[in-house]
Structures are given as C-alpha cells and as structure tokens.
C-alpha cells in the first residue's frame, strides 16, 4: 500500500504492507531511529510519537491508518541548537541515565504540556505512567516536566 503522510514537517511516499508499524516505518523506510522498540506491545512507552497532535505508542499505529497524517517525532521536536523546552529541561536536571527511554519520555511529557500547561504532580504521574524507565528517574522526569512547564509558561 502507498501511504502519504508528513513526519516532523517533511512530506513522505513510502510503499508497505498495510499493517506494518509506524515504528518500522520510521525507523526502517525513513532512517528515523530516535524512535525506539521497547516491547512492541504498548506497554513501555519507548516509541512515543505524536500522531495528529496525540502522544500514541508508534508500534501499534499501522501503516493503514497514516494516510494524510502528521507524525512528530524526538528528531523534529526541536534541534541541538534549539531544543524544546522539555528537551532543555531534560538536560537541566540530568533526567538520562541509560537513555533508551527517554525519546519516548520527553514525547509523552510534550504532549502532556500541549494539554495541561501546569500540571500537578499527580497530573504527570498519570500522563507519564505508561512510559517506563528501567533506571527509575521518576523524580528528576517529574522535576523535568515541572521546568518545561515553567520555560513554556504553564
């Protein structure tokens, strides 16, 4: 199946099979590998992109259901000489241990800010609770989310 959609501002044809996932497409077709495969069930949170504006796990969305879309990803979320907010606040309070999670991390906390500008603590524990971190960085994630709020005026 031909599929036209836009990922991160730039307009894409790429030819799949139907049901192939967002995340193969993105990392496979477009060479975009800041998304990354966790457990390809929808239960980490590693390949949190944003699909139409909604945070949404890229290994369930299937090719079939991205004609006209718009795909955001970590790579067109900001740039190293202009990060987003939450990208700036991520490194502020030095959130990464590993890293593996944190792409999926800061595209959940972005789309949690597009909604709730200031949230509550346990506002962002419930955004960001199906997004896991093996090395347990809660706290300075939630600090994080909290200095992006501020940054983005929430």
Same mark, same amino acid.
């Not at 099979?17 to 995340?23: A, D, G, I, K």
């Not at 497409?25 to 069930?41: A, E, F, Q, S, V």
């Given at each position: ?40 069930? /929808? $239960? &980490? *949170?590693? %390949? ?5 504006? +909604? =945070? ?39 959130? /990464? $241990? &590993? *890293?593996? %999670? ?5 595209? +959940? =906390? ?42 983005? *005026?929430?």
């Amino acid at each position: 199946m031909k599929i036209e959609f836009s990922v991160n501002g730039a307009a894409h044809s790429v030819e799949v099979p139907e049901e192939m996932p967002l995340l193969w497409i993105l990392r496979d077709r477009l060479g975009l590998t800041g998304t990354k495969y966790g457990c390809g069930i /929808a $239960q &980490c *949170g590693a %390949c949190t992109v944003h699909l139409d504006g +909604q =945070a949404v796990r890229a290994c369930q969305v299937q090719a079939q259901e991205l004609q006209g879309a718009e795909v955001l990803t970590i790579e067109g979320l900001g740039t190293p000489e202009a990060l987003h907010a939450v990208q700036a606040a991520w490194v502020e309070h030095q959130v /990464a $241990q &590993c *890293g593996y %999670c944190q792409s999926g991390q800061i595209m +959940q =906390a972005a789309a949690l800010l597009d909604l709730t500008p200031s949230p509550t603590d346990a506002q962002i524990d419930a955004a960001m609770s199906g997004n896991l971190c093996r090395c347990g960085t809660y706290p300075r994630i939630r600090a994080a989310v909290h200095a992006a709020a501020s940054k983005l *005026g929430g």
